[in-house]
T-cell receptor
């Protein structure tokens, strides 16, 4: 079963705007990762945040983690058309030794 | 080399066919994974290999048979599939399968259509 739920399911913005996606999960985690998937292709790892971290940056990406609310957000600043993709959060929890992916957000950036 | 390769890119097969999907990585990773992904859905884990041994099988039907011949290669043998098995099959690898999951590197996938 899915550990993570993401919202919104779909997001459409203009180039240059910021995009925020949220992920909520059910159980305590070891870490949370964000991946991007272009249409029909493999997933690309974006960023990993550990359970003892609250915020992490990578280029135009900013990820926050609130373990008390069991939620994470991914912010993409100054979006570009090339950012159009599906974005998935993935959690590593307990001793599962595996990643469980959230439902995903489809981001469309209009030129 | 941070690439995971998968062949073939596309595969069309009948329900009585036997085919294999192949995955290769040369990053020295000792954990490899098979995922199944239906359209507009997240990837679902099928199998995990750790140090060439099957460590997780997520109750996948026996018509899917994984094989890990060595630390760089992962195969998925397909036999007597059903139309509902049509999906994107993704291979991934990570350094190890330890107490906490590390970054996974994904291949581009094999788009499978079962007629």
């Amino acid at each position: 079963s899915q550990q993570g739920e993401e919202d919104p399911q779909a997001l459409s913005i203009q180039e240059g705007e910021n995009a925020t996606m949220n992920c909520s999960y059910k159980t305590s985690i070891n870490n949370l990762q964000w991946y991007r998937q272009n249409s029909g292709r493999g997933l690309v790892h974006l960023i990993l945040i550990r359970s003892n971290e609250r915020e992490k940056h990578s280029g135009r990406l900013r990820v926050t983690l609130d373990t008390s609310k069991k939620s994470s957000s991914l912010l993409i600043t100054a979006s570009r058309a090339a950012d159009t993709a599906s974005y998935f959060c993935a959690t590593d929890f307990g001793s599962a030794r595996q990643l469980t992916f959230g439902s995903g957000t489809q981001l469309t950036v209009l030129p | 080399d941070t690439e995971v390769t998968q062949t073939p890119k596309h595969l069309v097969m009948g329900m009585t066919n036997k085919k294999s999907l192949k995955c290769e990585q040369h990053m020295g990773h000792r954990a490899m994974y098979w995922y199944k992904q239906k359209a507009k859905k997240p990837p679902e884990l099928m199998f995990v290999y750790s140090y060439e041994k099957l460590s997780i099988n997520e109750s996948v039907p026996s018509r899917f048979s994984p094989e890990c011949p060595n630390s760089s290669l992962l195969n998925l043998h397909l036999h007597a599939l059903q139309p509902e098995d049509s999906a994107l099959y993704l291979c991934a690898s990570s350094q190890t399968v330890g107490r906490t999951q590390e970054t996974q590197y994904f291949g581009p996938g094999t788009r499978l259509l079962v007629l």
